[in-house]
């Protein structure tokens, strides 16, 4: 069973709502990811926290979305105004930083949208 | 274009049989590969990864790389219906955040009882 904890599984939203979904990173994982991962399974990286600040963001996520992960709260990820385009899987993903090696993901169950 | 490709896109193999999977990366900035397997509805997880040319064994699973031509495979020996699924392959630096991990789109593999 995934330690990453996202919520919700499943959201619908109408073109032009918002859609927040939330993650509760493996417990003394520093580091947390967002994927969106499309019909065609393809994984675009949209932002990563290092506790609670921004590591690295895509254009797309700065524009179009809010993120944080304040301590001691689950992160989040909300789109303030949904596309049709943004229907998706989106995966949460936590790892350890050594900062001298890569160390793999865990990834949460997803949230999967469905923008009406 | 795919920084990195996978082959087969899906594979059938009959139970106790051998599944090989390619992948290969055209972005020369990598150093590490992972796989990772996604059953249906479920999360992705890391299968094994490897960094240093040759091969390595765990259980079943076989992986291999060649670093000249940053082409990896995984190799199931004696297939089961449970190895069913998306096979991910990544590539990422040797150090630095992943963030700069670079995705294929998967295989989907099929093993018929």
């Known amino acids: 069973n995934s330690k990453v904890i996202q919520t919700p599984r499943y959201l619908v939203k109408g073109q032009g709502q918002k859609a927040k979904m939330r993650c509760i990173p493996e417990?003394?994982?520093?580091?947390v990811f967002w994927y969106q991962q499309n019909k065609n399974n393809e994984f675009k990286f949209l932002i990563n926290?290092?506790?609670?600040?921004?590591?690295?963001q895509i254009d797309m996520t700065e524009k179009r979305f809010s993120a944080e992960c304040p301590s001691n709260s689950p992160c989040s990820l909300e789109i303030q105004s949904s596309e049709a385009g943004d229907s998706a899987l989106y995966l949460c993903?936590?790892?350890?930083?050594?900062?001298?090696?890569?160390?793999?993901?865990?990834f949460g169950h997803g949230t999967k949208l469905s923008v009406l | 274009q795919q920084k990195v490709q996978q082959s087969p896109e899906s594979l059938i193999v009959p139970e106790g049989g051998m599944a090989s999977l390619n992948c290969t990366s055209s972005?020369?900035?990598?150093?590490y590969f992972w796989w990772y397997r996604q059953h249906s509805g479920k999360s992705p997880k890391m299968l094994m990864?490897?960094?240093s040319n040759g091969e390595k064994e765990e259980g079943r699973f076989t992986v291999h790389l060649n670093k000249a031509s940053l082409h990896t495979s995984l190799h199931i020996r004696d297939s089961q219906p449970s190895d069913s699924a998306l096979y991910l392959c990544?590539?990422?630096?040797?150090?630095?955040?992943?963030?700069?991990?670079?995705w294929g789109l998967g295989t989907s593999l099929v093993v018929n009882p």
């Open positions: 993903a936590s790892s350890l930083w050594t900062g001298i090696s890569n160390e793999r993901l865990f």
């Open positions: 417990k003394g994982h520093p580091v």
């Open positions: 926290f290092q506790n609670q600040e921004v590591l690295q």
């Open positions: 972005d020369r900035n990598v150093d």
């Open positions: 990864s490897i960094f």
């Open positions: 990544a590539a990422s630096p040797w150090v630095g955040d992943n963030s700069k991990l670079i």
